[in-house]
C-alpha cells in the first residue's frame, strides 16, 4: 500500500499489479490472490485486478510449465474477471505453432479443462474459461478469425446444457 501510494489511479493501479504480481516469484500464487484482496479491501481505488492476474498465472505457469493444468485448477474464480484462467491458457500456448490437425486436439482438450477436474466450475466459471480460449485461439490460428470461430464452434458439441459459443467468439474478438 505504501509503495503505491500518492499515485493517480491508472499509476496506483499498474504499481500495484506488478508489485503483487511479483510475490508469485517468492510464494505460491495463491498468496497473491491474497494480498490482492487484502489491498481492495484497504483501497478502494483497486478494483480491477485482472492484468495482475494474468501476470500471476504466467509466473506461476512458469515455475514447472508441465504442471500448466494444475495451475489452471488452482486459478480463483470471484477474484480480478477471471483473468487467472486467462493468464494460464495464454502462457502455455503463447509459442505454440500447431497444424490443423493438432490445432483441433488441442481446442478439444481445452474445452474439456473448462469443465474442470478436481472441481465443478459454475456456468460463469466455464463461460470465463471458454472465453479464454477464444482468446488463446487467436494465438493458436496465427490470428486467423475464421479458422477460430469455427473451433469456437465445438462448445457446443462439448457443453449440450448450454451454449458457450458466444463467450468463446467473444474472447476471440477481443484478441
Known amino acids: 500500500l505504501s509503495s503505491c501510494a500518492g499515485r493517480p489511479k491508472t499509476d496506483k493501479r499498474d504499481c500495484y499489479d506488478k508489485n ?3 510475490l ?3 510464494y ?3 498468496t497473491t490472490f491474497l494480498v490482492a484482496k487484502i489491498i481492495q479491501e484497504q483501497d478502494k481505488e483497486y478494483t480491477y485486478c485482472h492484468v495482475l492476474s494474468h501476470r500471476a498465472a504466467a509466473i506461476e505457469t512458469n515455475k514447472n510449465p508441465s504442471r500448466w493444468k494444475d495451475v489452471l485448477e488452482r486459478c480463483p474464480s470471484v477474484i480480478c474477471s477471471n483473468g487467472c484462467i486467462h493468464g494460464v491458457i495464454q502462457e502455455h500456448f503463447k509459442k505454440e ?9 488441442v481446442n ?3 474445452l474439456e479443462l473448462c469443465k474442470g ?8 466459471e466455464k463461460a ?10 487467436m494465438y493458436l490460428t496465427d490470428a486467423n478469425v475464421t479458422d477460430s470461430i469455427m473451433l469456437c464452434d465445438k462448445t457446443k458439441e462439448i457443453y449440450p446444457e448450454f451454449d458457450y459459443s458466444d463467450m468463446c467468439y467473444d474472447g476471440v474478438f477481443m484478441q
Open 20 to 22: 503483487i504480481s511479483n
Open 24 to 26: 508469485t516469484y517468492k
Open 28 to 30: 505460491p500464487f495463491e
Open 97 to 105: 505453432d500447431l497444424s490443423a490437425n493438432q490445432l483441433t486436439q
Open 108 to 110: 478439444s482438450t481445452l
Open 117 to 124: 477436474s478436481n472441481k465443478s466450475r459454475t456456468c460463469k
Open 128 to 137: 470465463s474459461c471458454i472465453h479464454a480460449i477464444g482468446h488463446a485461439l
